[in-house]
């Protein structure tokens, strides 16, 4: 029986082979092309609104396509979420080659909503099927540069090109409105002079022609010199804010300001430039914080070549009594340079209520001895440095450092913000271990948003203590380190590692070229075209 069962299996399997042999005449042949009667749609089309009312397109090639067209429809609402195409056309291109991609479209409305579709079209086979997408273009700019001489203490001066239509200027400050009429004589001008502002303040300005926008613009107005103290070159100073009362602001004039000395500060001041396109210039000035005192310092130049002992920017001097912390110190508009050993100290068990950094420059601070922003027994509880370029800089030192500070770090948490910045030429030492981030409080939350890092040896930080929380679009060009420490494990779906195209870095034009940067807003938005 088993003899008769082996047999069986033994011609099954011939027979089985004989039926695969004579079936494999029949396969047909390896598959290498499809034909198909017309083209495939484009794929992977995406919209980018370049200068505010331009569209630029881009997609995937289609095999077989000579040239693709285009159609935008205007939509009337801006709440649709699918694209819609109904009526005519408000554009139609035809005849565009893959070549000529990305594609920009000028001429569309601000804030608008389009539905634009693509598709392919190639000789003697049926055009492609229609991809879609909806996109809406930016508010409209016509409005002129500013100008120096427009921005007064109370008043502002808006310019268009002559002849363009609107019917009023609508200007917020954070709390009121304040609504402008635009009538034809200065529609004929292109011009509107706004009176009634309140000094040293900023503004949004929107030109509006019936609902629409038509521009905008940011500005701050210029300190009011009849509620300040005028300062001119020439006068000393050292001895004036030495002199000072608790509120005094300084208006300082445009010129040379020779100090080459410490400046003790213990009361809450303010030092302001008075034409911000004319920064004064205060040569060796070491600002010595004690009391308690917060400060300001505006759109001024500080070089620090000649400041006694090569020492930092800002010393906080003097440790208070429990539960006494200083006020805010705020730095904005400036450029500060040539200081040996860093710009702002904190070796004291002093609280500060806050830090802000803005909108400033920095450039050959060596840090010699000591961190460019050194926090070694005192903290602040908010630091913010947001759109500061630092370049040529920080040697072989950290950029931000806050130490462990026990007597304070316990009862508060330090919230750190470094966002749109540049750095380049930061942490340059061949082998060097120092870090962008060098922070051990026992409480802090750290977050790191759309910054450009060029030519950096050194980590984001080598110490576990070190709290992360968000890293957001941060770019990374020749700085191994960054893109490689464990610590941008946060930022491994989003960072970047592009040339950002810099106009003269060597001569400190940090203007990027490179189209997604540009896109994305990364960076110190001075030098976003």
């Known amino acids: 029986m088993k003899r008769l069962v082996k047999l069986s299996a033994y011609f099954l399997g011939l027979i089985a082979m004989a039926s695969f042999g004579s079936c494999s005449d029949d396969i047909d042949p390896e598959i290498t092309e499809i034909n198909v009667s017309r083209l495939f749609s484009p794929v992977d089309l995406e919209v980018r609104i370049i200068n505010q009312t331009s569209a630029r397109l ?26 819609v195409f109904s009526g005519s056309p408000t554009k139609i291109i035809e005849g565009i080659t893959y070549s000529q991609l990305p594609y920009t479209v000028p001429g569309f409305a601000g804030e608008t909503t389009y539905s634009v579709r693509v598709k ?27 100008e120096p001489d427009d921005i007064g203490a109370t008043t502002f001066i808006l310019r268009w090109p002559a002849g363009e239509v609107a019917t009023s200027v609508v200007l917020f400050d954070g709390t009121t409105e304040l609504v402008f009429e635009v009538t034809q004589e200065h529609i004929e001008a292109g011009e509107i002079t706004l009176t009634g502002l309140n000094s040293e303040t900023g ?48 208006a300082v004039m445009p010129g040379e300001y020779e100090v080459a000395a410490n400046i003790h500060i213990s009361k809450t001041i303010g030092i302001i430039a008075v034409r911000p396109f004319e920064k004064p210039v205060i040569n ?12 300001r310092l505006k759109d001024l130049i500080l070089d620090g070549e000649t400041a006694p002992d090569g020492n ?7 440790v208070l009594g429990a539960g006494e912390t200083y006020g805010n110190a705020i730095i904005e508009g400036c450029e500060i340079k040539n200081y040996v050993k860093g710009v702002f100290y904190a070796s004291n068990a002093v ?47 950290d950029v931000i450092r806050m130490d462990n500070a026990a007597a304070f770090s316990g009862d508060n948490t330090a919230i750190i913000t470094l966002e749109n910045n540049t750095f380049y030429n930061v942490i340059t030492q061949e082998g060097s271990t120092r870090r962008i981030l060098y922070v051990r409080l026992a409480n802090h939350e750290i977050y790191v948003r759309k910054n450009i890092f060029v030519n950096i040896v050194g980590n984001y930080s080598n110490q576990s203590a070190t709290t992360v929380v968000e890293m957001d679009r941060n770019n990374y060009f020749n700085a191994p380190n960054l893109t490689n420490d464990e610590i ?12 950002p195209g810099f106009a003269d870095p060597e001569n400190g034009n940090f203007t990027i070229s490179n189209e997604d940067l540009i896109f994305y807003r990364i960076g110190d938005s001075r030098w976003i075209p």
């Open 58 to 83: 881009s997609w995937k090639a289609v095999n077989k396509a000579s040239s693709y067209t285009v159609e935008f429809f205007q939509n009337e609402s801006s709440d649709i979420e699918e694209p």
């Open 120 to 146: 392919a079209v190639g000789e003697s086979i049926l055009e492609s099927k229609w991809i879609e997408a909806l996109f809406t273009t930016g508010t409209e700019q016509i409005l002129s540069a500013i």
């Open 203 to 250: 503004y949004f300005l929107r030109l509006v022609n019936n609902g629409s926008t038509r521009g905008t613009h940011n500005f701050t107005t210029l300190i009011d010199i009849g509620d300040a103290i005028l300062v001119e070159p020439g006068d000393n100073l050292k001895e004036i804010i030495e002199a000072a009362e608790d509120g005094d602001v300084f």
């Open 284 to 295: 060796g000035a070491v600002f010595r914080i004690s009391g308690g005192a917060g400060f």
């Open 312 to 318: 930092q920017t800002i010393i906080y001097d003097e």
């Open 351 to 397: 609280l500060i209520e806050s830090v802000s950094i803005t909108g400033t420059i920095y450039s050959d601070i060596v840090t010699e001895g000591g961190d460019f922003i050194d926090f070694r027994n005192g903290m602040t509880k908010v630091f913010n440095f947001k759109n500061n370029t630092v370049y040529n800089s920080v040697v072989n030192r």
């Open 488 to 499: 941008t494990v946060h930022d491994r779906w989003n960072y970047t590692e592009l040339n």
